[in-house]
């Protein structure tokens, strides 16, 4: 049986304030909690009796067997799926994150307000082997439940980080090359990109900041087909985020 405690605990992580003063944060269904079973430390399994059955050496600091009914009632899902897990969340003890971008491809999200946009640009960054992503302060949570949903697992693999990007990429060596999607940028298919440094992706609704643009090396723009046609007048960022990784990959 699911405490009236236990109850509280997952509720309370549908909010920022208690996921980050807890340093916890709650992942639902088979697919999402297997996926990220391995990488996070579980505190709280509550689980039916046929998915426990099925997983006999699963771990965790407690485990509750529910019924299907508590299961629905502490879920944040409408439709609740055998299993929920409460993680604590991994401590990056990346030395120094500036040198990240030398040696490799990241992604960096600035303002993306969406929670269903972060978790797909984090489910696209693991598909397309980008290990880090970058985040302003003001880019949603990656550890909210609907992100998590959305990463559909992704997060074992992506770590996220938080921080100021305007002084992240001053910081960052000068041959490091920092590229940024704009609607008068050059075509993304003509221009010249490399197997490292930092992509960056900016709000839905009003791009990459000014602040964060300074810092632009490469303005990149993403052609519609045919030519001319008259078109939608912008890709969602997601869906942008998958065009250009693919195509940084297809020449990496």
Same mark, same amino acid.
């Given at each position: 049986?699911?405490?009236?405690?236990?109850?509280? &605990?997952?509720?309370?992580?549908? %909010? =920022?304030?208690? /996921? +980050?003063? !807890?340093?916890? $944060?709650?992942?639902?269904?088979?697919?999402?909690?297997?996926?990220?079973?391995?990488?996070?430390?579980?505190?709280?399994?509550?689980?039916?009796?046929?998915?426990?059955?099925?997983?006999?050496?699963?771990?965790?600091?407690?485990?509750?067997?529910?019924?299907?009914?508590? &299961?629905?009632?502490?879920?944040? %899902? =409408?439709?609740? /799926? +055998?299993? !929920?897990?409460? $993680?604590?969340?991994?401590?990056?003890?990346?030395?120094?994150?500036?040198?990240?971008?030398?040696?490799?491809?990241?992604?960096?999200?600035?303002?993306?307000?969406?929670?269903?946009?972060?978790?797909?640009?984090?489910?696209?960054?693991?598909?397309?082997?980008?290990?880090?992503?970058?985040?302003?302060?003001?880019?949603?949570?990656?550890?909210?439940?609907?992100?998590?949903?959305?990463?559909?697992?992704?997060?074992?693999?992506?770590?996220?980080?938080?921080?100021?990007?305007?002084?992240?990429?001053?910081?960052?060596?000068?041959?490091?090359?920092?590229?940024?999607?704009?609607?008068?940028?050059?075509?993304?298919?003509?221009?010249?990109?490399?197997?490292?440094?930092?992509?960056?992706?900016?709000?839905?609704?009003?791009?990459?900041?000014?602040?964060?643009?300074?810092?632009?090396?490469?303005?990149?723009?993403?052609?519609?087909?045919?030519?001319?046609?008259?078109?939608?007048?912008?890709?969602?960022?997601?869906?942008?985020?998958?065009?250009?990784?693919?195509?940084?990959?297809?020449?990496?």
């Amino acid at each position: 049986m699911l405490s009236k405690n236990k109850q509280k &605990l997952i509720r309370q992580l549908a %909010l =920022k304030k208690h /996921r +980050d003063a !807890l340093g916890l $944060f709650l992942a639902e269904g088979p697919k999402v909690v297997g996926d990220l079973w391995e990488h996070f430390p579980c505190r709280l399994l509550c689980a039916t009796s046929a998915w426990l059955e099925s997983h006999p050496g699963c771990r965790a600091d407690e485990v509750v067997e529910v019924s299907e009914a508590e &299961l629905t009632q502490a879920s944040l %899902l =409408k439709t609740p /799926r +055998d299993v !929920l897990a409460v $993680f604590s969340r991994r401590s990056e003890t990346e030395a120094d994150l500036r040198t990240i971008p030398s040696r490799q491809l990241v992604l960096a999200l600035d303002g993306v307000q969406d929670p269903g946009n972060v978790g797909t640009i984090l489910r696209v960054a693991d598909w397309f082997g980008i290990e880090h992503v970058f985040c302003s302060p003001d880019t949603a949570d990656a550890f909210s439940p609907k992100t998590v949903q959305a990463t559909m697992g992704a997060l074992s693999r992506v770590h996220v980080h938080y921080l100021e990007l305007p002084g992240f990429l001053a910081a960052l060596p000068a041959e490091v090359p920092v590229y940024g999607t704009f609607l008068d940028g050059d075509d993304m298919y003509s221009c010249p990109v490399s197997p490292h440094g930092v992509i960056v992706m900016g709000s839905e609704g009003n791009g990459i900041s000014q602040q964060v643009e300074r810092y632009v090396s490469s303005r990149l723009f993403i052609p519609s087909w045919p030519s001319g046609r008259s078109t939608s007048e912008s890709l969602n960022v997601a869906i942008a985020t998958a065009v250009v990784c693919a195509e940084f990959r297809r020449r990496g």
